[in-house]
């Protein structure tokens, strides 16, 4: 299983990056040892900027490799809503030096997502969304990715040959902040609560 990111994909998070927005999907990818499978993580030492990042997740039900867009939907079986964890910090320092940023994204614990729901029409338009405790964090909508979800599909689909249980980050919307030492976070796709996730400052 790998866990498939797609970076920039929201020109207003582009923007609060300082970036502009790509004109094909970028991608990176995580590990099978970065999912927090547990529900949480601990507060790592490598790091004093810790952000979330709030997606919609989708989950790869076929094998498949240099998809079309119209076909690449099809691969797709569950959607829900999940936390790319990014050492901000250490990914700044790294990029100024022109270094590959992997460990600010890629480290034990960095993604988590919610429980698996069907893919419904519209799911471009139900808003998903962060809070902590009972405060909002962050909002986004599907509709408005730079990229359809085929074409992202598609896209990765060039580079890495889709396996069934793979996991797609479809990027995150503006807003993304620090997490803090002991946060609880809810992520709700819609009125519905999928998941909560916990911060732990030791174990
Ligand atoms: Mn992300």
Do not use: N
């Not at 320092?93 to 893919?119: T, V, Y």
């Not at 408005?144 to 793979?166: C, V």
């Not at 797609?168 to 809810?186: C, M, N, W």
């Amino acid at each position: 299983m790998k866990i498939i990111c797609v970076a920039r994909s929201y020109p207003l998070h582009a923007q609060e990056m300082g970036a502009l927005p790509p004109e094909k999907p970028i991608f990176f990818l995580k590990p099978r040892s970065a999912w927090a499978v547990s529900g949480e993580i601990i507060y790592p030492a490598f790091t004093q900027r810790l952000e979330y990042e709030t997606e919609l997740v989708f989950r790869v039900a076929r094998s498949g490799a240099h998809l079309q867009p119209q076909q690449a939907v099809e691969y797709v079986d569950a959607i829900t809503v999940g936390l790319d964890l990014t050492a901000r910090d250490l990914q700044s320092e790294l990029k100024s030096k022109g270094l590959p940023w992997e460990m600010a994204k890629a480290f034990d614990g960095s993604a988590w997502w919610g429980a698996w729901l069907p893919i419904p029409d519209g799911w471009e338009d139900v808003p998903f969304k962060l809070y902590r405790d009972s405060i909002l964090l962050q909002v986004g909508y599907g509709r408005d990715l730079l990229f359809s979800l085929g074409e992202i599909i598609a896209a990765a689909s060039r580079f890495f040959t889709l396996e069934p249980g793979d996991v797609l980050f479809t990027g995150t919307p503006a807003g993304v902040g620090p997490v803090q030492r002991e946060d609880t976070l809810h992520v709700f796709f819609g009125d519905k609560q999928v998941g909560t996730f916990f911060v732990r400052s030791h174990s």
